[in-house]
């Protein structure tokens, strides 16, 4: 069972432009909500991570967006850069049990 | 800090051999996590420790898959008799929050059961 749906698949974007990432969750119970990043041979790394008493995070040139009633949530990559370029995951998580979205593959285009 | 250390990086094995993949976790981290990585089935967890005690193994998929950690800084996960479609990046990650949260992940193990 997919808790956890994540779109697009893969994804090109412009230097300079806006990336946007979508994940959407069923269980109620998750109460953190984090992105990673992998880069092809590595392991995913933790990029920001949001709690659902709160609507947007922002580090950097990355948001989230959160919308409880909706169960969705959002990574906005402000002015994406071609070392952006990578797969990106969502997931969510209580407790121990985090669950990932399948991955968006990101490429920025020079 | 040298970050979570897996070893092998690269496994390539015939089917019915026995497969250990190790595992160092961050100094400090009381949480152990495995994850095995596929392009059918993303990221699953497989178990998790918690102070060197195993919490949740409900994902481990069969008898043929058992995980030890006889420290706080080193762990092993076991295939025996390994079959093809054990064929996977199987990584380690550890936190010190006692959850997922803050998960730090080793570069994987990419292994191969032809």
């Known amino acids: 069972q997919q808790q956890v749906k994540q779109s697009p698949q893969s994804l090109i974007v412009q230097k300079g432009g806006i990336s946007i990432i979508n994940c959407a969750y069923e269980?109620?119970?998750?109460?953190?909500f984090p992105w990673y990043q992998q880069f092809p041979g590595k392991g995913p790394a933790l990029l920001i991570a949001?709690?659902?008493?709160?609507s947007e995070k922002k580090e950097g040139r990355f948001t989230i967006s959160f919308n409880k009633s909706a169960k969705q949530f959002s990574l906005h990559i402000m002015d994406s850069q071609p070392g952006d370029s990578a797969t990106y995951f969502c997931?969510?998580?209580?407790?121990?049990?985090?669950?990932f979205g399948a991955g968006t593959r990101l490429t920025v285009k020079p | 800090d040298a970050g979570v250390i897996q070893s092998p990086r690269h496994e390539v094995t015939e089917m019915g051999q026995e497969v250990t993949l190790r595992c160092k976790p961050i100094?400090?981290?009381?949480?152990l996590f495995w994850y095995r990585q596929t392009m059918m089935r993303g990221l699953e967890l497989l178990i998790y420790?918690?102070?060197?005690?195993?919490?949740?193994d409900s994902g481990m998929p069969e008898d043929r898959f058992s995980a030890k950690m006889p420290n706080a800084s080193f762990s092993t996960l076991k295939i025996q008799p390994s079959e093809p479609r054990d064929s996977a990046v199987y990584f380690c990650?550890?936190?010190?929050?006692?959850?997922?949260?803050?998960?730090?992940f080793g570069s994987g193990t990419q292994l191969s059961v032809l």
């Open positions: 949001i709690r659902p008493d709160v």
């Open positions: 100094s400090g981290h009381n949480s």
């Open positions: 997931a969510a998580s209580r407790s121990h049990d985090m669950r």
């Open positions: 269980n109620t119970a998750f109460d953190y």
């Open positions: 990650a550890s936190s010190y929050a006692g959850t997922a949260e803050k998960l730090f």
């Open positions: 420790f918690n102070n060197n005690v195993p919490i949740d």
